[in-house]
């Protein structure tokens, strides 16, 4: 069990990186990145590639 919480934490920490990386600081709803689960973290990802954002 500890193995998938420090995966889930790995990943959570690459899609802060590359939100910073496009100077996304904050959800759309106006959350902190580090305040998050991973599957929002995720949907924003998404949003920011679909939205035409180079990632």
């Known amino acids: 069990m500890a193995r998938l919480s420090e995966l889930v934490e ?14 996304v600081y904050k959800t759309s709803d106006h959350r902190h990145l580090y ?5 929002r973290l995720e949907s924003e990802y998404r949003l920011l590639k679909e939205n035409g954002k180079k990632v």
Do not use: F, H
């Open 35 to 39: 305040d998050v689960p991973l599957d």
């Open 10 to 23: 790995n990943r959570k920490a690459k899609l802060i990186e590359r939100l910073i990386a496009q100077n």
